[in-house]
């Protein structure tokens, strides 16, 4: 019921949530499982394939968290004490002198015996080059105990995590030179329709730039994808059967355009002759309709044609769908509750994703929020979720999506 009491169409739609559970589900029915070893600068993108437990103690050795002195606390008796050695950091150390004191720098080994470190600043060279210690200290101050970050035989990255800048600077830190990672999923992208022309072409009567294709070749390369691009499919039987049979080494098919169950859904029609074929319609706006199928084995996704529903449907369904292929576990993109800065006084019957903006701190939208209208989206830093059955004031929370979470 919407909030007027009158029962809405929710009922026959898909709720964006089920249509994900199914899709991941599909996706874990056919995971990816072939694997290759790359040197850890060319992982970026790429999903771990065997937990990566660390053979080190992080560090390996107490070291100096701070340029100054390493002493024993118990020699520290007010009185200035002889600096016996001066260690750099790459240095062994020698074990400290009893009643004495070692120079030391960021990050070198504090020598056994030294229980503490205290920094150069509360520290006063004497004229004799002793050194007097201003203050008292507490044993394990500014030392970076041995293990502090790991352990050896700790897990640090389980398989199936997504690695970027972070992860490769940790696997490095653990000594790792190379990583086993899944090998990229092949997507097959086809945009349907025959008013599509290729930028760079002349535009005839009827006829629109193929947008699409740029977007979602470019994404999935983010994605850390293998991209076949497959060009543009006419509205036509044949064709679509005799292209689609072509796309034989992928692992998905990727498809824009010709889902509405209209006469021109010659990729519907080549799924049910061919394969097999659910239509689903979605409770999302922009968005609905959905093809989830297989053509010959391989499976194929349809997404609407209209690019911001392209665009968020890919981001929401497809991208979830393509990570846990490769055996990610966190697909979803993390999200945050704001209050939002427009008002939305009419419920709708799909969950609706507004290309919106963060604006002192409240979610504002852009002005057209036609599916056709990608510059929606160029405009904004996030999706704004609006529940189905929901109107909205100013100031009411709603969930903000940024597209940094989706894009990569
Ligand atoms: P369809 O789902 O084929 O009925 O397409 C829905 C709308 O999206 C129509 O206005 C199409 O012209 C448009 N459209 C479909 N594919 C693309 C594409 N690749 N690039 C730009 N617009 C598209
Ligand atoms: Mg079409």
Not at 175 to 180: H, Q
Not at 264 to 272: I, Q, S, W
Not at 286 to 314: C, D, E, M, Q, Y
Not at 366 to 388: F, P
Request: proline share 8%; glycine share 10%; charged share 25%.
């Amino acid at each position: 019921m919407n909030p007027a009491g009158k029962p809405g169409k929710t009922a026959s739609l898909m709720p964006v949530e089920v249509a994900l559970a199914r899709l991941l589900e599909m996706a874990e029915a056919s995971p990816i499982r072939e694997r290759e070893r790359l040197p850890v600068a060319q992982v970026q993108g790429r999903v771990l394939a065997d937990d990566l437990v660390s053979t080190l103690d992080l560090p390996p050795w107490p070291n100096s968290a701070m340029d100054g002195y390493a002493l024993r606390v118990a020699d520290w008796t007010g009185e200035p004490l002889l600096v016996s050695q001066k260690i750099f950091a790459g240095q062994a150390p020698e074990p400290l002198k009893p009643g004495t004191c070692v120079r030391i720098f960021t990050g070198a080994p504090v020598p056994a015996d030294a229980d503490c470190v205290e920094m150069q600043e509360n520290a006063e060279v004497q004229a004799d080059e002793r050194v007097r210690f201003l203050e008292s200290m507490k044993p394990g101050q500014n030392i970076r105990p041995q293990g502090q970050e790991t352990t050896v035989g700790e897990l640090v990255l389980p398989a199936g995590t997504r690695l970027g800048p972070i992860e490769q600077g940790l696997a490095a830190s653990l000594g790792c030179a190379e990583l086993d990672v899944v090998r990229k999923v092949r997507v097959a992208v086809l945009s349907t329709g025959d008013e599509l022309v290729e930028p760079g072409q002349a535009l005839g009567p009827g006829q629109i730039y193929n947008s699409n294709r740029a977007l979602l070749c470019s994404w999935l390369q983010r994605l850390g994808c293998e991209v076949i691009d497959a060009g543009i499919l006419p509205d036509d039987l044949v064709t679509t059967r005799a292209r689609l049979g072509e796309l034989k080494d992928v692992d998905l098919i990727l498809s824009t355009g010709g889902v509405s169950v209209g006469e021109a859904d010659f990729l519907g029609m080549a799924l049910r002759e061919e394969g097999e074929l659910a239509l689903w319609k979605l409770a999302i706006k922009p968005g609905k309709p959905l093809t989830f199928g297989h053509f010959r084995g391989v499976p194929v996704i349809g997404l609407p044609g209209n690019p911001a529903s392209t665009l968020v449907t890919f981001a929401l369904l497809a991208r979830p769908y393509l990570l846990r292929r490769q055996g990610v576990k966190e697909v979803e993109p993390l999200k945050f509750q704001v209050p939002a800065g427009f008002v939305w006084p009419r419920p709708g019957n799909r969950r609706e994703y507004l290309r919106g903006r963060l604006e002192n701190g409240r979610a504002i939208i852009y002005k057209n929020q036609s599916s056709g209208v990608l510059r929606s989206a160029a405009w904004a830093d996030g999706l704004v979720e609006v529940l189905e059955d929901r109107t909205l004031m100013e100031g009411e929370y709603v969930v903000f999506i940024p597209l940094s979470e989706v894009l990569g």
